[in-house]
């Protein structure tokens, strides 16, 4: 008898840590970010001619403040509409206690987006990406280790990739940041069809 009440605990347990990744952590939402990340190059080149175009901001911060709230409202409301349904029927099986542990990304989040503003006030923009894929490293591996091993093996690259712009950053190459924008969108994708082949 008490076989069978650890077997359902265990059950109960899974089933909480899956219901709440599948909220802060959908593989929907992934490819659905993925596909986003993808669009940033040509979204700045269709943008150069206008106010968010990089070289007709003068102040860095000011440029990069505009840059983190145009594409957080567009992340936001696109990822809102595509994964409407699904977000709403997971959140009625999730656990309270599992949604305060899953929400361990927002600190993260705005902890770099704060980073980012700051080091483009003190005129160090270059190291902005670079600390973008440490942050993003920090924050997969984290959830990786609550969904599979293509998740954990991403987050080490992103760390790793992060180390090595930084240190990329003492030679003038002007289009690294597309390489690593394209790099980081194809493994959001990645990512997000492991996780769905595990959500089935």
Do not use: D
């Not at 309270?96 to 902890?111: Q, S």
């Not at 973008?132 to 280790?145: A, E, Q």
């Amino acid at each position: 008898m008490e076989k069978n009440e650890a077997i359902q605990q265990i059950e109960s347990i899974t089933e909480v840590i899956e219901s709440g990744n599948k909220i802060f952590f959908s593989g929907k939402k992934l490819i659905g970010w993925g596909i986003l990340l993808l669009l940033i190059p040509i979204i700045e080149y269709v943008t150069q001619g206008m106010t968010f175009g990089y070289q007709y901001l003068s102040n860095p911060a000011v440029n990069i403040i505009v840059h983190i709230f145009v594409y957080y409202v567009i992340f936001n409301l696109i990822i809102k509409i595509f994964c409407r349904s699904k977000t709403k029927k997971v959140f009625k099986s999730s656990n309270t206690v599992m949604k305060k542990a899953l929400a361990v990304h927002t600190p993260i989040i705005y902890t770099m987006f704060a980073t980012i503003v700051v080091l483009s006030l003190i005129g160090q923009g270059v190291l902005v990406f670079p600390v973008v894929f440490l942050f993003l490293g920090i924050l997969f591996n984290l959830f990786g280790r609550f969904t599979n091993n293509t998740v954990l093996n991403i987050s080490w690259s992103y760390i790793i990739l992060g180390l090595v712009y930084l240190v990329l950053t003492t030679l003038s190459l002007n289009y690294l940041w597309l390489i690593f924008m394209i790099y980081l969108g194809v493994t959001y994708i990645i990512m997000g069809i492991s996780i769905k082949n595990t959500e089935r």
